[in-house]
């Protein structure tokens, strides 16, 4: 036991070390990154949060993983995976094409970024694009496939896709539905693979188990009250400064610049900087302070929408809870029983409000204290961060080990880093026994039935 905890502190601190001074060059200097990318929410790139990509994009470290004993085999995996980078949606553009035009007719100013976006920069992005995946959202998927070939070879194997041991769900939106053909794209180009091909099913129920949540959709989603705390955080000091900053480098009375306006500013910095890989002349308008408040805002509607501020918003993934441990149990009955695993590998491809009632459910990112709109300032530290947990591609991987005589772990990665299961924080286990795991979420196991949580007016029982 204390060795596996020495190891378990070993590898994070080489980790810490390796992160901060292992380049040969900061990823940062590179004048291509604009110094805020850290700070894109939901709209951020990959491999932001984990640089090491940038250098080699198809880089995996198998030792991350640290089975507790070398008869360790892993027999099964599950991948819920955000889709990969997508153009703003029909509502974002609208919003992107109104700033622009305020830029352009109003803005006055001698510096060269100024003139670059009025003069040389072209509004390109047109309403009809709806949130599509762009080619960058394909090479995501195809080299996170690769990637998880290299990090699980026994599990994302040739033999399994063939064998049919390889299972894909996705949602039904155009841009999950392409990233589940690249995903599959990257493993038969990786084996040359041009004699058979390989089924997805679309499975909305399962991959947007928010739109049949009436109870979700009542209270949270389509309710003028349930985002109060992001209301009043745009009106705040901090937002409104954030405006004026951004009013003055432009030379536009402050309150031409609206919340959204600024808003649309930071996703023209990120989107072209996701799709295009270029630092853009929009960057300009925000210093790291005010892209850490813009960043706070979107983590506060993630936060009420999707996260801890309303039950039902985790509730709302019983579904999905469900369905990833009876996977697991079947896996581990499967091995037990002395058969082969049926399905070896599971990959479902969904969006970023699949992934964060999920983890909110299982506990992922809980701060001692709510996001609220006046205390930003005590919220630096805070672990809610979606700038980490959801870039585009984002992934939960869970994967289950058989240590020999029966004894089988669980290893939980978000985006391809170990995490430790919250409930079992305080015991530095980052790979429990499967058992421990079903064990620490024994009511939500028992309970956490989609129809009844979701339902309007619950029944007496
Ligand atoms: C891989 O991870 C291990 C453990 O975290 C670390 O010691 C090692 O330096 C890493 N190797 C590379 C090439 O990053
Ligand atoms: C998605 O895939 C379809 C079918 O292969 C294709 O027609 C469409 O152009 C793709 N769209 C994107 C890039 O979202
Ligand atoms: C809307 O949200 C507010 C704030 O959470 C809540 O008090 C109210 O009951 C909700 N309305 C509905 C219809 O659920
Ligand atoms: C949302 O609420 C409005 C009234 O506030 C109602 O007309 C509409 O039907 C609701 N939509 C859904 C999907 O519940
Ligand atoms: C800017 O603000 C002024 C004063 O409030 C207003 O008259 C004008 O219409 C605004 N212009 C735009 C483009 O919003
Ligand atoms: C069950 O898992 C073990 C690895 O721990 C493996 O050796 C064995 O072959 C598996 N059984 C089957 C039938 O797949």
């Not at 001074?21 to 110094?35: A, L, Q, V």
């Not at 004026?244 to 306006?261: F, S, V």
């Not at 001692?368 to 805070?382: D, F, I, M, V």
Request: hydrophobic share 40%; charged share 25%.
């Amino acid at each position: 036991m204390s060795i596996i905890l020495w190891k378990v502190l070993v590898v994070h601190l080489t980790t810490v070390i390796g992160f901060s001074c292992g380049f040969r060059k900061n990823p940062w200097d590179n004048t291509e990154i604009p110094t805020i990318a850290k700070y894109f929410s939901t709209k951020g790139r990959y491999e932001e949060v984990n640089p090491y990509l940038i250098e080699d994009i198809l880089a995996v470290n198998r030792s991350i993983l640290q089975p507790p004993s070398a008869q360790c085999r892993e027999i099964h995996l599950t991948a819920i995976i955000r889709h990969g980078t997508r153009y703003p949606t029909t509502k974002n553009v609208k919003k992107m094409q109104r700033l622009y035009d305020l830029v352009k007719s109003r803005a006055t100013g001698k510096e060269s970024w100024l003139r670059e976006i009025q003069t040389q920069w072209t509004m390109w992005y047109t309403e009809d694009m709806d949130g599509r995946l762009v080619q960058k959202g394909v090479n995501d998927h195809k080299h996170l496939a690769v990637r998880l070939s290299k990090l699980f070879p026994s599990l994302v194997s040739e033999e399994n896709l063939r064998g049919g041991r390889v299972k894909f769900i996705t949602s039904s939106k155009h841009r999950c539905v392409n990233s589940t053909l690249s995903f599959k794209a990257g493993l038969t180009e990786l084996w040359a693979i041009k004699d058979q091909e390989f089924d997805h099913a679309v499975n909305d129920a399962l991959m947007r188990f928010f739109d049949n949540c009436a109870k979700f959709v009542n209270e949270v989603e389509n309710n003028s009250s349930s985002l109060m705390e992001l209301d009043k955080f745009k009106e705040g000091p901090e937002m409104r400064r954030v405006q004026e900053k951004i009013a003055d480098r432009l030379r536009i009375q402050y309150n031409n610049i609206t919340d959204d306006m600024a808003e649309a500013a930071l996703y023209l910095c990120a989107y072209e900087f996701a799709i295009k890989t270029v630092n853009s002349p929009w960057c300009r308008l925000f210093d790291e302070v005010d892209a850490q408040v813009m960043e706070y805002a979107n983590d506060l509607k993630q936060f009420w929408k999707r996260g801890y501020g309303y039950d039902i918003n985790s509730k709302s993934s019983c579904i999905l809870f469900h369905d990833v441990f009876s996977r697991l149990d079947k896996a581990a009955i499967d091995n037990r029983s002395g058969q082969q695993v049926t399905e070896a590998v599971t990959v479902q491809v969904g969006h970023a409000e699949t992934l964060l009632p999920l983890l909110t459910l299982l506990g992922f990112f809980k701060d001692s204290e709510a996001l609220k709109s006046t205390n930003y300032a005590t919220q630096t530290q805070r672990s809610f961060r979606t700038s980490h947990m959801l870039p585009y591609a984002a992934n939960l991987l869970l994967v289950l080990y058989d240590c020999g005589a029966g004894d089988l772990r669980l290893q939980p990665l978000l985006n391809e880093k170990p995490v430790t299961f919250p409930l079992l924080a305080g015991q530095q286990v980052s790979m429990p026994l499967y058992e421990d795991v079903k064990e620490h979420y024994r009511e939500l196991l028992q309970g956490c039935d989609f129809e009844n949580e979701c339902q309007l007016f619950k029944h007496p029982a």
